[in-house]
């Protein structure tokens, strides 16, 4: 009996469905004409004599192309430095009720996001054209100090105020939509608990402000090692112009701007790095889980186990307590059961 009821359920069931994959023949036609393009660019590159490789490696080692990358690196640091410095003034100030201070915020950056940074440089670099000399003093009176332009503003220090200035115009505007990315009840929250409106800034509305504004502030600090490129043409001698003369000198464009290239590759790349951990930290107080670093998708690579993904506080997540990631509670509660807002319970 048992027998006949089971045969009649074999025979009740359905066949098994053979599943046919999808086929992609746009993903093959593509992989073709990839590698065919990439085989053609490899023998360019290995058989073309006028790339020079042996006058690529001579450059890359060249002592007045070292110099350059200091230089371009020295250039970078410092304008970036004057630009977040004055983005960040700017931004206050433009969003001041003060319509002074914000008219005077506008009138900045239009002028300096309005005119092109080439120019900016050789007008930096021509202000003793202007101003023979730079005082300081009584208005309309003695002056107390006094100093000759081409003195005090070097070619250096004319790149300098050339890209930190024309920088800290784009910067005020990544500020400026960072802060305004935090919701207002935070600053309203932290004026409630006793705090002045810059103590709210610094300690409330920037720190979270900063998952807005880092990612901005990277590609400005890749840019600018590139656009410090432009400081040839005030005879500033960095990375690009170091390469550039010993193209004309030997007639060998190509390879001189091969190993330049390279150099920008690589410090980009470096860069590039940098970024991504500054956003993965400032992540944190956001993200549930955070994204795999390229040491843990290098190692995952080879072991052919996908990287374990990890919380804002650097454990794998919970599976049973449905908690928060920082310890805080799942109904919106902050880390250690503070509450959302950045205040801490009474």
Do not use: C
Not at 69 to 85: C, N, Q, R
Not at 175 to 199: C, F, K, N, P, W
Not at 297 to 319: E, Q
């Amino acid at each position: 009996m048992k027998t006949t009821d089971q045969g009649s359920a074999d025979r009740g069931r359905p066949e098994a469905i053979k599943a046919v994959p999808v086929r992609h023949p746009g993903r093959w036609a593509s992989v073709a004409v990839i590698a065919v393009l990439a085989a053609m660019l490899l023998h360019v590159l290995f058989t073309n004599e006028a790339l020079d490789w042996a006058f690529v490696g001579a450059v890359l080692r060249d002592p007045t192309v070292i110099h350059g990358i200091w230089s371009t690196l020295e250039l970078t640091a410092l304008a970036m430095l004057m630009g977040v410095v004055g983005g960040v003034l700017l931004a206050v100030m433009r969003l001041s009720r003060n319509p002074v201070l914000s008219g005077t915020a506008w009138l900045y950056i239009w002028i300096f996001r309005g005119t092109p940074v080439l120019v900016q440089l050789v007008f930096w670099n021509n202000i003793g054209v202007l101003w023979k000399q730079i005082s300081l003093g009584v208005p309309f009176g003695p002056a107390f100090w006094s100093q000759e332009s081409n003195t005090l503003v070097p070619v250096f220090t004319a790149a300098l105020l050339g890209l930190g200035l024309n920088e800290a115009a784009y910067m005020a505007e990544i500020v400026r939509a960072g802060i305004q990315s935090v919701d207002e009840g935070q600053a309203e929250a932290a004026h409630a608990l006793g705090m002045s409106r810059a103590t709210a800034l610094r300690r409330i509305v920037l720190p979270q402000a900063m998952r807005v504004i880092i990612p901005p502030t990277g590609n400005e600090t890749i840019s600018m090692l590139k656009t410090t490129s432009l400081v040839q043409v005030i005879a500033l001698v960095e990375l690009f112009t170091a390469g550039h003369d010993i193209a004309t000198r030997t007639y060998k464009p190509i390879p001189a701007m091969i190993a330049v290239s390279i150099y920008y590759l690589l410090l980009t790349s470096i860069l590039t790095v940098g970024q991504y951990y500054l956003e993965r930290h400032f992540a944190r107080g956001a993200n549930r889980t955070l994204p795999p670093t390229p040491l843990q998708r290098a190692r995952a690579l080879f072991t052919g186990r996908a990287p374990a993904a990890r919380t804002a506080a650097g454990s794998p997540p919970s599976k049973t307590d449905g908690g928060a990631p920082d310890g805080g509670t799942a109904d919106g509660g902050g880390p250690n059961g503070g509450t959302p807002d950045g205040g801490k319970d009474a």
